[in-house]
């Protein structure tokens, strides 16, 4: 398969534009209107508040809580910790290691809008849980996930849109996801060099595959100088483009910033040969067994609550 996106090939960095739209939808298509959908496509982001209500915020911490306690101690590689800790930074998979977090990934309100976005049917290419502890949790440096999927793991084209369910208020000051708007229309080829095994280390703290400094700052000068920050109350859903340049400061405040993450691509994109000479990374990272497309459902959290 011809590689329209490639990096870490050459000894210096540079930027390309993009071959791919940005939004594939219209508003005929889903539940966005067309002023958030035309915020999409020109900032590659939409934070939605109050997606999901008090009381279902309750029951979704409440699952994630369970999840950590029951990997607490669980020494597998979907299983990530903070360096120098035992402080779970990242449980992956989520999406098939509990009826909960399966049936919210199927969710109507969320793969609706994935689907909108994306102009196709869609399934899960990644999930997990994130958890930002307060005073130590560590950052997660500038990166577009786009490059690491096409690199690694073979995603072919620009046609995926991660989701990010925020389960605790986010503050300028919890370590917000942090996104420069207008960066996904632009491609940031990295230098080359990636070791085999790379997640293994950079699931705690990625060094390969990382934009350059100039490369950082050309991105922030064609956005007028604006970095955006995903803030809010918890039960708000942000949807941010693959290409994005996004990432995220340390904690050092004592509050926690927890989500929950799932990765809609599109039907036509399935992953392929990773575009590199690099082993494809695990299925726990990117599923490519029994790929099929997702059928929304509704899904009543509060049932959950009531039950409990």
């Not at 490059?147 to 370590?175: F, K, Q």
Request: proline letters at 7%.
């Amino acid at each position: 398969m011809k590689d329209f996106y490639p990096s870490r090939v050459n000894p210096e960095p540079s930027i390309m534009e993009r071959k791919d739209p940005v939004l594939y939808g219209s508003q005929s298509d889903g539940p966005l209107n067309n002023t958030e959908l035309d915020f999409y496509k020109q900032n590659g982001y939409i934070f939605l508040e109050k997606m999901f209500t008090d009381d279902e915020v309750d029951v979704l911490r409440k699952e994630l809580d369970q999840t950590m306690n029951d990997h607490k101690s669980v020494e597998r590689p979907d299983v990530v910790r903070e360096q120098g800790s035992d402080e779970i930074r990242s449980i992956f998979d989520v999406h098939k290691n509990t009826e909960f977090f399966q049936k919210l990934s199927s969710h109507e309100r969320l793969v609706n809008i994935a689907r909108q976005l994306l102009g196709d049917d869609v399934y899960i290419n990644q999930s997990r849980i994130n958890f930002k502890p307060g005073f130590k949790g560590k950052e997660f440096y500038w990166h577009s996930d786009f490059e690491t999927w096409h690199v690694e793991d073979g995603m072919p084209r620009m046609r995926a849109v991660s989701c990010s369910i925020i389960l605790t208020d986010n503050y300028e000051y919890n370590g917000p996801l942090m996104l420069i708007p207008g960066s996904q229309n632009y491609y940031v080829q990295c230098a080359s060099g990636t070791p085999d095994s790379h997640f293994e280390q950079s699931l705690k703290k990625q060094e390969f595959g990382t934009p350059d400094n100039e490369s950082l700052k050309w991105l922030v000068d064609q956005s007028g100088g604006r970095i955006d920050r995903a803030t809010g109350p918890a039960g708000s859903v942000l949807f941010f483009e693959s290409n994005i340049m996004h990432g995220s400061s340390g904690n050092i405040s004592p509050f926690p910033r927890s989500n929950v993450f799932f990765v809609f691509n599109s039907i036509q994109n399935k992953l392929e040969k990773p575009f590199s000479d690099l082993t494809p990374r695990p299925e726990f990272l990117a599923n490519r067994e029994n790929i099929k497309p997702i059928q929304p459902k509704p899904f009543d959290l509060t049932k959950k609550l009531i039950q409990s």
